[in-house]
T-cell receptor, first 116, second 109 residues
């Protein structure tokens, strides 16, 4: 059972449209991440957040923006989509497990975006 | 040189074979994750390791912190195990994952 939910799973839109990819988690994790992945390629971090009102750019430059108004919600927005934005976007969350001292990690199922 | 190296990059096997995927890293870590991604699919965390060995069904993961090395083993492989397996680490003092390049596994009937 998924504890991190991404919607939509698939989206096909025209150039110039504004889109928001939703990501919600029910685990109360403070840390959340957005990754971009082209088919058969590596994951690239585009945004991350350490908690409410905290957002940072990732390692890969992206024209998207994110917000973190609530712990459980970390949406990603593209103001004007272009074909170069066609990709899979994966949301993840993590939290330090105090018992093991290790970071628990959970990924969403991904949102596959196609911009025509 | 990548901070997380995986081998092999590609692996094919016949159903029933024992499979090993290796991961070496060069940084101090708080945790290592083995991830699985089926073609066109999302990512599932198979194991989180900070020491020792874990087993889930036919999957076994081990880590040697001193040698900075981890292995993922699949016993009695099955075609549904065909996927990309990714090693990812959380370095100390950062909450950003470093990913290996992945191992593409194909298991044929």
């Amino acid at each position: 059972e998924a504890d991190i939910y991404q919607t939509p799973r698939y989206l096909v839109i025209g150039t110039g449209k504004k889109i928001t990819l939703e990501c919600s988690q029910t685990m109360g994790h403070d840390k959340m991440y957005w990754y971009q992945q082209d088919p058969g390629m590596e994951l690239h971090l585009i945004h991350y957040s350490y908690g409410v009102n905290s957002t940072e750019k990732g390692d890969l430059s992206s024209e998207s923006t994110v917000s973190r108004i609530r712990t459980e919600h970390f949406p990603l927005t593209l103001e004007s989509a272009r074909p170069s934005h066609t990709s899979q976007y994966l949301c993840a969350s993590s939290e330090l497990d105090l018992y093991s001292g290790a970071n628990v990690l959970t990924f969403g199922a991904g949102s596959r975006l196609t911009v025509l | 040189k990548n901070e997380v190296e995986q081998s092999p990059q590609n692996l094919t096997a016949q159903e029933g074979e024992f499979i090993t995927i290796n991961c070496s890293y060069s940084v101090g870590i708080s945790a290592l994750h083995w991830l699985q991604q089926h073609p066109g699919g999302g990512i599932v965390s198979l194991f989180m390791l900070s020491s020792g060995k874990k087993k889930h069904g036919r999957l076994i993961a081990t880590i040697n912190i001193q040698e900075k090395h981890s292995s993922l083993h699949i016993t009695a492989s099955h075609p549904r195990d065909s996927a990309v397996y990714i090693c990812a680490v959380f370095p100390f003092n950062t909450d950003k994952l470093i990913f290996g390049t992945g191992t593409r596994l194909q298991v044929f009937p």
